[in-house]
């Protein structure tokens, strides 16, 4: 079940076992890439590659995501993520394009403030 391969990446990562975390999860969306879990499963990949500091493995991640995503609960943290991991230049725009998509984020008195979007850039993994 793919629930309990996703289960299993999450079990990988309280583990700190990183590598079959990304693993389990690429597989999940090669094998699933219109699925629900798919989607969690991106974020959470996208999350990953940024934290081992590797922006332009979690920038793919998060544009296949938001290409493939409807869902309003998951595009909020992923179009987030997304801009906070842009340079300066690119990152006012993405924010201006948040602002206007996600009106009631609860990001918004980061954005109000002018915090960058990198400082909530996913907790997990």
């Given at each position: 079940l793919l629930e309990d391969r996703y289960a299993a990446a999450e079990r990988a990562v309280s583990a700190g076992d990183l590598d079959l975390a990304r693993a389990t999860?690429?597989?999940?969306?090669?094998?699933?890439?219109?699925?629900?879990?798919?989607?969690?499963?991106l974020l959470d990949l996208a999350r990953l590659a940024h934290q081992r500091d590797r922006e332009p493995e979690a920038i793919d991640h998060l544009d296949l995501l938001l290409v493939r995503s409807r869902?309003?609960?998951?595009?909020?943290?992923?179009?987030?993520?997304?801009?906070?991991?842009?340079?300066?230049?690119?990152?006012?725009?993405?924010?201006?394009?948040?602002?206007?998509?996600?009106?009631?984020?609860?990001?918004?008195?980061?954005?109000?403030?002018?915090?960058?979007?990198?400082?909530?850039?996913?907790a997990r993994p």
């Open positions: 999860w690429l597989a999940l969306v090669a094998d699933a890439p219109d699925h629900p879990l798919a989607e969690l499963a869902d309003p609960e998951i595009r909020e943290p992923a179009s987030w993520l997304r801009c906070g991991l842009l340079d300066a230049a690119e990152r006012a725009a993405c924010l201006a394009i948040f602002r206007d998509e996600f009106p009631a984020s609860p990001h918004r008195s980061e954005l109000d403030t002018g915090q960058p979007a990198g400082a909530a850039a996913g």
